[in-house]
């Protein structure tokens, strides 16, 4: 006896005595339980930043993750009125952000190459 809540029908191929099972339902897919984010805190000093804005949807923080520092370049978007960090960016580590600093004069250069 199939289990109850799930409909399921028998089709006959016509050239074979052969038989399967058809679902005329699609499978829901499992959903992962949500991971709790933690919110920065924004600090309210004139002097004091959180962020560096590049754009209206883009930013650039200072974050410390397992202890060390990261420079995060991150994209932004709009939901419920407030501005939420979206998957498109990267996480640079001290080290990658001093050899990121240090390319910058060869970076500039190849781009006047190809004006």
Same mark, same amino acid.
């Given at each position: 006896?199939?289990?109850?809540? =799930?409909?399921?029908?028998?089709?006959? /191929?016509?050239?074979? /005595? &052969?038989? @399967?099972?058809? #679902? #005329?339902? +699609?499978?829901?897919?499992?959903?992962?339980?949500?991971?709790?984010?933690? =919110?920065?805190?924004?600090?309210?000093?004139? *002097?004091?930043?959180? @962020?560096? %804005? $590049?754009? !209206?949807?883009?930013?650039?923080?200072?974050?410390? @993750?397992? *202890?060390? $520092?990261?420079?995060?370049?991150? %994209?932004?978007? &709009?939901? #419920? *009125?407030?501005? =939420? +960090?979206?998957?498109? *960016?990267?996480? $640079? !580590?001290?080290?990658?952000w001093e050899k990121l600093k240090s390319l910058i004069p060869k970076i500039d250069e190849e781009l006047a190459s190809r004006k």
């Open positions: 006896m199939p289990p109850r809540g =799930k409909s399921k029908k028998f089709v006959e /191929d016509s050239d074979s /005595d &052969d038989e @399967f099972i058809v #679902d #005329d339902e +699609p499978k829901a897919k499992a959903k992962a339980p949500a991971a709790k984010k933690a =919110k920065a805190e924004r600090k309210d000093d004139a *002097g004091d930043r959180d @962020f560096f %804005e $590049l754009s !209206s949807k883009r930013r650039v923080s200072i974050n410390e @993750f397992k *202890g060390k $520092l990261m420079v995060d370049i991150r %994209e932004y978007y &709009d939901a #419920d *009125g407030e501005s =939420k +960090p979206g998957r498109k *960016g990267i996480c $640079l !580590s001290m080290d990658q």
